[in-house]
């Protein structure tokens, strides 16, 4: 079966930092590309970031731009996400997805930002 | 940014009858390489996102043929010939010819 599995949503207090991370099994994560797409509960889809299949080109929405940082670990079948200074519209549930060909998303992890 | 405008957002519709949802980008969707990167995604309620229909037309996997994506340039739709039950919840259009990649609003199908 395939999956995606995120994990490292938390509670974070304005102005921290998270560390996001995805795994995959059942799938050979280096021939897509990894995508953070994040919702607001009750509200629409925002694509965060993604990486390339080797990583060599990584990009950030404007929204989160220099707080951001996306790494893959192709060995390691991962991938993650790096959010720093943490504000409060930063919260969001995450979803770790693969894109080629065929699509596969994860179920999403929670990241509540709030003092 | 590109700016897709979904409509309608909301979209009633009786179980067996045809539904379609359209999609208009603020410019053409036609990237560097020629290809047009659009697609369109469906979340059921409580369920993450699944992508339906990639490069405009091609079905996913598993997908029924039930739903087709048309269209070019800058206009595009989802179309369902006979709604089942198992097709409610939002239906949003995406592109990623451009960065940032972007998704439409969001249509709502509820069965009528």
């Known amino acids: 079966e395939v999956q995606l599995v995120e994990s490292g949503g938390d509670l974070v207090q304005p102005g921290g930092s998270l560390r996001l991370s995805c795994v995959g099994s059942?799938?050979?994560?280096?021939?897509?590309?990894m995508n953070w797409v994040r919702q607001v509960p009750g509200r629409g889809l925002e694509w965060v970031a993604n990486?390339?299949?080797?990583?060599?080109?990584?990009r950030c929405v404007d929204s989160v731009g220099g707080r951001c940082s996306v790494s893959r670990d192709n060995a390691g079948n991962s991938v993650s996400l790096y959010l720093d200074t943490l504000r409060v519209e930063d919260t969001a549930k995450y979803y770790c997805?693969?894109?080629?060909?065929?699509?596969?998303w994860g179920q999403g992890v929670l990241v509540t930002v709030s003092s | 940014e590109v700016v897709l405008t979904q409509s309608p957002l909301s979209l009633p519709v009786p179980l067996g009858q045809p539904a379609s949802i359209s999609c208009r980008s603020s410019?053409?969707?036609?990237?560097?390489?020629?290809?047009?990167?659009f697609a369109w995604i469906h979340q059921r309620p409580g369920q993450p996102p699944r992508r339906l229909i990639y490069?405009?037309?091609h079905r996913d996997r598993g997908v029924p043929d039930r739903f087709s994506g048309t269209g070019s340039d800058s206009d595009f739709t989802l179309s369902i010939t006979r709604v089942e039950a198992e097709d409610v919840g939002v239906y949003y259009c995406?592109?990623?010819?451009?960065?940032?990649?972007?998704f439409g609003q969001g249509t709502n199908l509820e069965i009528k």
């Open positions: 997805v693969a894109w080629s060909t065929t699509a596969y």
């Open positions: 059942g799938l050979t994560l280096s021939v897509f590309w």
């Open positions: 990486i390339n299949p080797d990583g060599s080109l990584k």
């Open positions: 410019q053409r969707l036609v990237s560097s390489n020629g290809a047009t990167d």
């Open positions: 490069a405009v037309s």
């Open positions: 995406m592109q990623h010819s451009f960065w940032p990649h972007t």
